[in-house]
């Protein structure tokens, strides 16, 4: 099974499509979509949903996971995180994926067992996993990543609860 894990920003947007075989995960590509501040919103937005709907038909995942929106002290970068999981999330309903949704703390305990794991935790628990010789840069593609490995493994406990 093939997922697409999606860390969403409007300036910057990381992927990650991570195959699932013989409960091995295998790192198909990986990388960030990027929009420049000094463009029209709307125009960033929709950028990113091109974008997305490139990845999908050119990867051809199963399943999509996307990181919850994690509400901090700023409001505006919030509000902005938020119109960009909007049109991710459009563009991977218009090309008919299921989307699961998970919170940054969710994630961690998923990959490093520890929900207040730091991003150098992340990276480094996805570089063993993934069996990889170096460290996914940048963090925005590297925290795609996690999220992809994030749903598959509970996609596997759904499994085992369901035998």
Known sequence: MRVLGIDPGTAITGYAFVDDSNDEYHLISCGVIRTH???PAHERL???YQQVRALCEEYQPKRASIEKLFFSKNVRTAMKVGQAR???MLALADVGLPIAEYSPQEIKQAVAGYGGAD?????QMVTMMLGLSEVINPD????????AICHLNHHHMEEL???
């Not at 925005?140 to 999220?147: N, Q, R």
């Open 86 to 88: 909007g049109v991710i």
């Open 161 to 163: 609860t369901r035998q």
């Open 46 to 48: 929709q950028h990113i």
């Open 140 to 147: 925005d593609a590297a925290d795609a990543v996690a999220v």
């Open 119 to 123: 991003k150098q935790q992340i990276q």
């Open 37 to 39: 501040s000094n463009t």
